[in-house]
Nanobody
C-alpha cells in the first residue's frame, strides 16, 4: 500500500506562486510514476502534470509553461511548482501514483489552492 500526503496549498493572489509537495510512504518513490490532478468545483478531476519513474515530465495545455513537476527520490517526495497562477487554477490538487508492475493507482487526500485577489 502506498500512502500519499499533499501539502503546500493555500490562498494566493493572481500572478503569485505556490509549491505543492507530495510525500510518499509504503513504497520506494523511484519505482512509481507520479502525477498531479486537480478538481475545480462542479468540474471533473483532470490530469495536469506527470513524471515517470525515469524523471520525464509531461504537462497538459492549461498549465504548460507555468507549472513544473519534479521528484526527489531520496526524499520520497514529488513537487509541483506553480507560477503565474490564475483564478482558474483554483481547485483541490491531488497527488497520484501509478505502480507499474501491477498498475495499481493511489491518491492523496488533496490540498486546496485558491487564487483570488
Amino acid at each position: 500500500q502506498v500512502q500519499l500526503v499533499e501539502s503546500g496549498g493555500g490562498l494566493v493572489q493572481p500572478g503569485g506562486s505556490l509549491r505543492l509537495s507530495c510525500a510518499a510512504s509504503g513504497s520506494l518513490l523511484s519505482i512509481l510514476h507520479m502525477g498531479w490532478y486537480r478538481q475545480a468545483p462542479g468540474k471533473q478531476r483532470e490530469s495536469i502534470a506527470a513524471i515517470t519513474s525515469g524523471g520525464s515530465p509531461n504537462y497538459t495545455d492549461p498549465v504548460k509553461g507555468r507549472f513544473t513537476i519534479s521528484r526527489d527520490n531520496a526524499k520520497n517526495t514529488v513537487y509541483l511548482q506553480m507560477n503565474s497562477l490564475k483564478p482558474e487554477d483554483t481547485a483541490v490538487y491531488y497527488c497520484h501514483a501509478l505502480r507499474p508492475y501491477d498498475l495499481r493507482q493511489f491518491w492523496g487526500q488533496g490540498t486546496q489552492v485558491t487564487v483570488s485577489s
